[in-house]
């Protein structure tokens, strides 16, 4: 990547329980060459973050209900309040919980399903591709992305779902790995199938499955790469700064 270039500056929220921060912050920093840095639960400061990532994990344990804790910490008032300034933020897994105990995302997560933790590799369609999250994908592309959840059932009331889909907020769905959406395809129960939702002004979006565990070539897969590379594009005014895999060093 040419020296010449901007590079975007990533805050990844720490929260008591968080367990993927580390993993956010290395394949933003070390993997997509992009800045990083940590944001501590207490601290009300977004060190001039372009884009917020709120990681997986279990947040203050996951008392409650997952993320109904966390959503009361100072560093989530300064987060929706970027939100609400059309600051970008990513919520990932738990981080997906946190957005809609905040109200900055519609529904809620139940239990999966089957009642049991789910860890797996899952297939996600793209159903937006005209975001600044899956830019870098085509609409109906097919990922291959890992889930890690025990409260990843994505629902909500019929006419919030109309209006999700009547404006395109969907932007992944659970697939078979020919893109098929089917209950069997489905790993949590999911109304739907939703996998990934954003906000109406398209500038927040929580999924569940995890991105940053399918970025380092090491690992033999990097469809997560294609998240993080949109945003990447979006943030350094839509050029492509970055080739469509990158090789980590």
């Known amino acids: 990547m040419s020296n010449s270039k901007r590079k975007v500056r990533f805050g990844i929220v720490v929260f008591p329980g968080s367990n993927c921060d580390h993993d956010a912050y290395h394949v933003c920093k070390h993997v997509m060459q992009q800045e990083a840095t940590f944001l501590w639960h207490k ?14 994990g279990f947040s203050y344990g996951d008392y409650l209900r997952c993320g109904a804790i966390a959503r009361f910490s100072p560093v989530m008032k300064e987060v929706v309040r970027f939100a609400n300034d059309g600051g970008t933020v990513l919520g990932i897994c ?3 919980q946190i957005l809609v105990e905040s109200g900055l995302l519609p529904g809620v997560l139940l239990r999966n399903a089957s009642l049991r933790f789910v860890c797996k590799f899952v297939h996600l ?8 999250f899956t830019s870098a994908c085509t609409p109906g592309e097919v990922l291959h992305i ?3 959840h025990g409260d990843g059932n994505y629902f909500t009331d019929p006419d919030t779902l ?4 009547s404006n395109n907020q969907i932007i992944f769905r659970y697939c078979t790995a020919e893109g098929a959406v089917t209950g069997e395809a489905n790993p949590n129960g999911s109304l ?3 996998a990934g939702v ?9 999924m569940m499955p995890h991105p940053e565990r399918a970025s380092d070539p090491l690992l033999r897969h990097t ?3 294609k998240v993080l590379r949109s945003l990447i594009e979006y943030c350094v005014s839509g050029e492509a700064t970055l080739p469509a895999e990158v090789e980590r060093s």
């Open 146 to 148: 890992p889930i890690a």
């Open 125 to 132: 369609r793209v159903e937006n591709a005209n975001t600044q």
């Open 162 to 165: 109309a209006r999700l889909e």
């Open 43 to 56: 601290d009300a400061d977004l060190k001039n973050s372009d884009v917020i990532i709120l990681p997986g």
């Open 94 to 96: 738990n981080g997906f």
């Open 223 to 225: 469809d997560g790469q």
């Open 198 to 206: 954003m906000n109406e002004q398209g500038n927040v979006m929580g």
């Open 192 to 194: 739907a199938n939703i």
